[in-house]
Every structure is written in structure tokens, then in C-alpha cells.
């Protein structure tokens, strides 16, 4: 048996959670998600808990198990404390703004680069050097930020580029000058 699937959801006081089917809607005080899963799984409401069982022993199934389970608790976390990203941005003449509900970057490049903010996610800048990434579904938040990274990730020489907080990167030693003879 799946050690995560089997684990009950608690659903936190002020979240709604409706099953209609195999379509799951989570509403709680920061907004409202909704997500459809394989119908195989078996997603009941017991009180305060959410359950997910599976139908068989089948690989496909036990594979769906956990992930159905994790989807929904990401589901209910969302909507209760939301998710955040921290980038930061190093590198000389490198910065961050916020200009209306766009993210306005100097990265080094000719131009400015210019990132939207999606519909979901929200940024912010608290520092030049800092980009923080806000937003209910954690896969959203977790691609916008792979986006914004992916604008000039960083190199292994100098280090310079956008990274997440925390990531560390592996230095590379650089070209070794002629040896004396």
C-alpha cells in the first residue's frame, strides 16, 4: 500500500472541499482551485478528512494513489497558507521592478526583459536583488518561477544570474593561463 495515498487529508476549518465524482473544488479563504483526476481513484469525504483509496493492486493504480493523495493536499494547502518562491538575482548592474503588474528585469542583455504577471501569481520585489513569487497552485507558482529563471540562469564562472534562494551553484574554476617552461 502506498505510504503517502493512504494518509488521510485533514481539511482545515474555513476550507470547503466539494467532490462531485472524480472533479475535486477546494475553496478556502484565499481562493478557490479545481482539478480533475482519473476517475479509477476513489476520493471520499469522511468528516474532516478527505480519503483516496484505489480500486486495485494494479501498477497504474498504486502509481495514480499517492499522486492523487499529494494533488488534493497541495489542493488544501493552497488554498489555506498559498505558496511563495524567492528568487535572487546576482550579478553587476543586475535588477529587479515592478512596474504596474509587470516584473521589469536588467539582466545584462541590450534590452530590458519584460515578464507579465500571470493570472493566479503575484510578484514581488522587495529589493532590487530579490524577486518573490506568490500564488495559490503550486504547480503554477513553481513554473512562473522556473520562467523568470530561465530568462538568464546562472553561470558557473562568476556565478551571475538569477537563482532560487538557497540554490547553490557549482563554481567552475576558469581558463588556466600557459604554464612556464
Same mark, same amino acid.
Given at each position: 500500500?502506498?505510504? !503517502? ?9 474555513? /476550507? ?7 472533479? /475535486? ?75 504596474? =503588474? ?12 519584460? /515578464?507579465?504577471? !500571470? ?13 518573490? !513569487? ?25 556565478? =551571475? ?8 551553484? !557549482? ?11
Amino acid at each position: 500500500m502506498s505510504r !503517502i495515498g493512504k494518509k488521510p487529508i485533514t481539511v482545515p476549518a474555513g /476550507v470547503d472541499v466539494k467532490i462531485d465524482g472524480s472533479t /475535486v473544488t477546494v475553496k478556502g479563504p484565499k481562493g478557490t482551485l479545481s482539478n480533475t483526476f482519473n476517475s479509477d481513484m476513489i476520493i471520499k469525504s469522511e468528516g474532516s478528512e478527505i480519503i483516496v483509496d484505489r480500486p486495485s493492486e494494479d501498477k497504474v493504480h498504486k502509481s495514480l494513489h499517492g499522486l492523487t493523495r499529494t494533488l488534493i493536499n497541495n489542493m488544501v494547502e493552497g488554498v489555506t497558507n498559498g505558496y511563495s518562491k524567492s528568487l535572487d538575482i546576482e550579478g553587476v548592474g543586475y535588477r529587479a521592478a515592478k512596474q504596474g =503588474k509587470n516584473l521589469v528585469m536588467n539582466l545584462g542583455y541590450s534590452h530590458q526583459v519584460i /515578464v507579465p504577471e !500571470i493570472e493566479g501569481i503575484t510578484i514581488d520585489v522587495p529589493a532590487p536583488n530579490k524577486i518573490v !513569487i506568490n500564488g495559490i497552485d503550486k504547480q503554477k507558482v513553481g513554473q512562473f518561477a522556473a520562467e523568470v529563471r530561465e530568462k538568464r540562469p546562472p553561470e558557473p564562472y562568476k556565478g =551571475k544570474g538569477i537563482r532560487y534562494t538557497g540554490e547553490r551553484i !557549482i563554481r567552475k574554476e576558469g581558463k588556466a593561463g600557459k604554464g612556464k617552461k
